[in-house]
């Protein structure tokens, strides 16, 4: 998929908002940025949204987490377990 700037677009709006939001994601992805707002350079900003739906619903399923984040259950069994290896969740059997 790729971005086509509008045909009413003459002044190149999108192009300077397309570079804005690279430059973003490029400093989000910095450990100092990481620790700056997430107290630490270790935990990901995946690891983050995930800590933080977990916080604000409880227990949840791997496969509702996958649903959410629109990914496969094996790819969020590998974040999830990252998460419990620094103990920041627990995995159990079932919820509820």
């Known amino acids: 998929m790729s971005v086509q700037p509008e045909e ?4 190149g709006t999108d192009e300077r ?7 973003l994601l490029r400093l989000a992805s910095r450990p100092s940025t990481r ?3 997430l107290g630490t350079s270790e935990l990901s900003m995946t690891d ?3 800590l933080r739906y977990i916080a604000e619903t ?3 399923r791997l496969s509702d987490l996958a649903k959410w984040q629109d990914v496969d259950r094996s790819t969020m069994t590998t974040q999830v377990r990252r998460l419990e290896k620094a103990e920041l969740v627990v995995l159990t059997g079932q919820v509820g």
């Open 17 to 23: 908002v397309q570079s804005a939001f690279m430059s």
């Open 48 to 50: 983050a949204w995930l």
């Open 8 to 11: 009413n677009d003459l002044d």
């Open 35 to 37: 620790a700056a707002f």
């Open 58 to 60: 409880g227990p949840t």
